[in-house]
């Protein structure tokens, strides 16, 4: 009897999968690779960000490794210098966002709505920018908004004296839209693809006017897509470099730019992360801010 049952348990545990080889597992072995990547590449070099923002500087020394301070974050939370550098930041992001909301979801309406081949042709009109580099595109609207560039030359044919443009939150904000725009359509794009014409034509055939169509039943539908284009472009507006770096010049400074200048000119690295884990927090606060009120009309649309 004891044979049998030591016989039955011995069965039992080998019939049992291994807690590391079950199918539970299974999704964890799968996903091993990208978050062993992700963790790399991410998690550890924040961590460290997050560890060099602690550390004294000495401007003589430079930085003070095992000696850690919170003087960097009282600089970027007391200077009333880098809350107006944040506060330029995300409103030119802000500003971005709802300009590339307002262009960019009605053309990607119309693109939903036309037929081949010119769905096609403008669709790549559309993505073309993505395929030249964003210094290229930033030198190209220096030379367009400049003194002497072709907006002013437009200006003068209408009797507009010069405008200064270049080196100014204008030219920045013209840049960064014209940057970010297709990050905005094609979120839309993805979701008006999945809306049924035949609801429209429904709405249409109950005598609803082609506003009301479109503001109670394509816009709510929609909705996701402006939240993730919005997201989408206030991070990478917020968080830009290269567009603030060469149409703002040395005097329109916005957080990413300070970044560099802590980091290659004054040499201070624990300020330059402080500022720049600064801006990552501020950023998450507010973009998931915006997504829980924007899912939360989406839903009360929605019922």
Partial sequence: MTSATTTTAAAEAAATPHPLLGKKALPWWLSGPALLLFTVLLLVPLGLTAVLSFNAFDPATGVKAGEFTLEHYGHVFADSYYHAI????????????????????????????????????????????????????????SMLLGPEGLVNAAFGLVGIGPVKMLYTEIAVVIALVHVMLPFMVIPVWTSLQKLDPGVENAALSLQATPFTTLRRIVLPQVLPGILSGSLIVFGLAASSFAIPGLLGGRRLKMVATVVYDEYLHELNWPLGAAIALTLLVANLVVMLSYNRLVEGRYKKSLG
């Fill in 86 to 141: 944040f506060w330029r930041t995300f409103w030119i992001a802000g500003l971005v966002t709802l300009i590339c909301v307002l262009i960019g979801a009605p053309e990607a309406y119309i693109l939903s709505r036309m037929g081949n081949p010119w769905r096609s042709i403008l669709l790549l009109v559309v993505l073309a920018p993505l395929l030249v580099s964003v210094v290229v595109r930033a030198f190209g609207w």
